[in-house]
């Protein structure tokens, strides 16, 4: 077995199920091998942050590896943006990147794709991966990607492999399949304990979830420990899509003053809140109309359990939430879940279209034709998102980058088979949009539907007499054949309504929906947002 070989069926036993790339010199040799050897299916696209948004998606609704491979400097650069989101919003990315071969490094001249010294790839790759690996050492190689695979997954973060060209078809031993990281079983049960002990005491106990319960695969046994415990359960704004599909009881997602004033009051209300997986950020809690007491909260996440001022080191949330159902009874007695509710109803009339109107024509059509999985830009399109009904949704609702939406749609098909849904505005589309002209070569066919503004509208609201937030209108509907695609433009409600049912009914080609919106047309989520962030900050 070559060493290229190992480490494709390695990636493979870890839970990788396809690879996106780009080609380029460095990397070429490793991509001969992933083509002809047919260990994992293998996409191009034809930008890198695309190749990284892809395979953050598919990482994203799987909870397994995405891996994304480059080329040396002008390529693996080029991905930074990506995967300092994957790392930010806990995402298990692999990153690949060919390098110069080892005969290469004793040369006096300068390499093509280098920027200061050889090593200044790995240096700044180290900055946001939670492990990195040069396969410089043949009998090393087995045991270092082994470890390397085995922290991605565990600490649900990019990691990083550089792969010198000329040691793609060096012989190499199998990669080994590693035990999981186990914890102190005494330290975990006394934290299991602790914690009951304060949800038993509490009158108004809630289960706040986050990213960390999607990526490790735990809705299911979340949803259990809630009917155990007969909690409420909100998720996080990072974790709006959770519970999508279980029979728990489920109040909304939490986005402070800007969302639900019930699901609002249920969480900063709470005399015991369980967070588990949630990250404690600005888009998660920058809105909150009280501070969280730290008194009254446990924090799971990253490793490490947080009861109050006590810490519990060692303890990933899987164990946890394990050790949690250990020690509680299946409970027959709890109260059946009060779903929350969202818009629907449109009226299809010649009305402009707002926001809250896509919302409820999604809404409408999920109950015609069942629902779709989300994949979502950054902007009024997410806030719209929080009116859709609660289906799998990928966003960078933390790290808030624009460009993410459609190569993570095209990320979501590769990985599921299944046709997303992708809410991007015009701003983001500019960006990554033409990603769309891949479709073709693979059968994918998601529904695009483009908010379309003519302006950054996002940022126009937070600054709206800024005349540089202003773009032209491209009519990017006009471009879809050209791309493979089908392409309308609407801007009544009626017009929406018949585009979205056209666009179900076709297959086999994306379907773009140009939404043209007015420029202060936004979402009432977004609104109250803004609202409670200009309050908050007139306090500071």
Wanted: negative net charge.
């Amino acid at each position: 077995m070559t060493l290229a070989e190992a480490l494709l069926h390695s990636l493979k036993r870890y839970g990788a199920e396809e690879i996106f790339g780009i080609p380029g010199d460095f990397v070429l040799p490793f991509f001969r091998v992933i083509e002809q050897s047919g260990i994992l299916p293998f996409y191009t696209l034809s930008h890198e942050p695309g190749i990284g948004f892809a395979a953050d998606a598919a990482a994203r609704c799987r909870g397994s590896l995405g891996v994304a491979v480059v080329t040396y400097g002008a390529g693996a650069f080029n991905m930074v943006n990506s995967v300092a989101c994957a790392y930010a919003e806990k995402s298990p990315l692999v990153v690949i990147s060919g390098a110069p071969g080892l005969s290469e490094n004793q040369g006096d001249l300068l390499l093509h794709h280098q920027v200061k010294t050889l090593g200044s790839q790995y240096e700044v790759f180290k900055e946001f991966t939670c492990d990195q690996l040069v396969l410089d050492d043949l009998r090393s190689a087995p045991e270092q990607i082994a470890r390397v695979l085995r922290n991605c997954l565990e600490q649900s973060r990019p990691v990083y492999i550089e792969f010198p060209r000329d040691l793609v078809d060096a012989p190499c031993d199998t990669v080994p399949l590693l035990a999981p990281s186990s914890a102190d079983p005494q330290a975990l049960a006394a934290c299991a304990e602790d914690i009951l002990a304060r949800i038993g005491a509490a009158q108004r106990p809630v289960i706040l979830a986050g990213v960390e319960v999607r990526r490790y695969g735990l809705e299911e046994k979340v949803a259990e420990l809630s009917r155990r415990l007969n909690l409420p359960v909100a998720t996080s704004f990072m974790g709006r899509g959770l519970f999508s599909g279980s029979d728990c009881p489920f109040i909304g997602a939490y986005i402070g003053m800007a969302g639900d004033a019930a699901v609002c009051e249920a969480v900063e209300g709470s005399d015991q809140l369980l967070m588990l997986g949630v990250i404690v950020c600005d888009t998660n809690f920058g809105v909150s109309a009280r501070r969280l007491d730290i008194r009254h909260t446990v924090n799971a996440t990253d490793r490490e359990v947080q009861v109050g001022y006590h810490c519990y080191r060692g303890l990933s949330l899987a164990e946890l939430v394990d050790e949690l159902l250990r020690q509680t009874q299946a409970n027959t007695n709890h109260a059946d879940p009060v779903k929350p509710s969202y818009p629907r109803g449109l009226e299809a009339d010649r009305s402009p279209i707002v926001p809250t109107d896509i919302a409820r024509a999604v809404n409408d059509l999920f109950d015609r034709h069942g629902p779709l999985m989300i994949a979502s830009d950054i902007g009024d399109c997410l806030f719209t998102a929080m009116d859709m009904d609660n289906t799998q949704l990928v966003a960078p609702g933390y790290y808030a980058t624009m460009g993410f939406g459609v190569p993570a749609g095209l990320g979501l098909q590769a990985a599921t088979g299944q046709r997303p849904l992708i809410l991007v505005g015009d701003g983001a589309f500019q960006m990554t949009g033409w990603e769309l002209g891949n479709c073709r070569r693979y059968g994918w066919d998601p529904i695009v539907l483009l908010f379309n503004n003519s302006c950054w509208g996002m940022l126009a609201t937070f600054q709206p007499e800024s005349e540089f937030n202003q773009l032209d209108d491209w009519h990017f509907a006009d471009l879809c054949g050209p791309l493979g695609g089908d392409g309308v433009r609407v801007s009544s409600r009626a017009e929406l309504q018949v585009a979205l049912e056209q666009a179900v009914a076709t297959r086999g080609r994306f379907q773009l929906i140009e939404i043209m919106l007015a420029e202060d047309a936004r979402s009432a989520t977004l609104q109250q947002f803004v609202e409670a962030h200009g309050r908050r900050l007139a306090k500071q």
